[in-house]
């Protein structure tokens, strides 16, 4: 085996899970974070398909069932929080669901023996030579690893880094959104949900940890504009400068945003790629082919991503031209059905009247039609794009 000293970028989800297989195939693992620690917090993320078979090959499924939510009724109300329309329970929940901050606690704890964690530091340069790749890092000392993965995002500096900037690879689909952890006022039961829109904007609230506290989360329509997506407290004053004077609930989730620690924002975008890899560099998760979280499939792609990756890597005895190029063979076809389901997203978010009427509409009647079955078989069929039969 070569080439068996690899640096992740990324300790979310992608990262370690690729860690996880490297180790098992005979590699070393070091992940690099720019967090201090693992991320908390975050929204419901579930599994279907193909990447349960990957949970159940690492033989963690019954310890993320432990953490494991299950959606409820998500109703959509008005200002007077009076029923407008429902979604049956369970409705977006797939065959597992479990909080980010959770699932991302339990891949940490699988991966800390044998993994080197590097937290609160991140790349600044990459050099490849003929013999590996020189690594230099804003805090720690240098160091020469044999390959470098990019798990670290829709945001990736690995990307940045060695293919380009950002603005060349990132498709905006009209939405940004924030999510956070608060209590729960409204003493919601059984993981249920509320939803509230305006034009252009929408409010969420959604049980969680047990029905002791609430995901909460605001989106709203607008053109791409620059921000720094460290500046937590200039995201806020976005969000509280767009729901300012909105009734419902608002006012006391913006209270409650105030307080929050686990605070996340960002745009609904994609990143789409005509390659994954550049010599010993590849990308892995949402660094690579992000669908949005509207697609639903992203935990999905990272972990089916993680295992492909190194299942190949394995294959190939560590000869990283072979494995990268047959891992993207194998991936594209899914990431590219699971950015496809997310077109459309606008009307999550409708910016007219008649768009508005029309997205309530379909809320009232899709849970008493066929199309129904059609909303649960298509990411069904999507996640199940690849195939593990060739990865014993």
Known sequence: ME?????????????????????RFGFNPTIIERAPGIRQGGYAIDFRGTAMQVLERMDIVGEIKKFETRAGKITIVDQNNKKLASMPDGFTSGELEILRGDLAN?????????????????????????TGVDVSCNRNAPRKFDLVIGADGLHSNVRSLVFGNEA?????????????????????KD?????????????????AKRDTATSASFYFSSPAFEYDYRDISRQKQFIRDRFAGEKWQIPKMLQLMDEADDFYFDSVSQ???DRWSSGRVALLGDAAGCASPMSGMGTSMAVVGAYILASELKNASGDYAIA?????????PFVTAAQKMAEGAEWFVPTTRLKQWLSLQIWKILPHTPWKNMMIEMPLKVANTVKLEAYA
């Not at 060349?168 to 919601?188: C, Q, R, S």
């Open 3 to 23: 080439n068996k000293n690899i640096l992740i970028s990324g300790a979310s989800i992608a990262g370690p899970a690729l860690a996880f297989w490297l180790h």
């Open 106 to 130: 339990v891949l940490y704890e699988a991966t800390k023996p044998y993994t080197e964690y590097i937290f609160d530091d991140s790349i600044s340069k990459i050099d490849q030579t003929a």
């Open 168 to 188: 060349e690879f990132m498709h905006h689909l009209g939405i940004y959104f924030a999510i956070f952890t608060a209590p729960n006022f409204l003493d919601l």
């Open 191 to 207: 993981m249920a949900g509320l939803y509230y829109g305006t034009l252009g904007k929408r409010a969420g609230v959604f049980s």
């Open 271 to 273: 990143i789409r790629m």
């Open 324 to 332: 990268f190029a047959k891992y993207e063979q194998a991936m594209r």
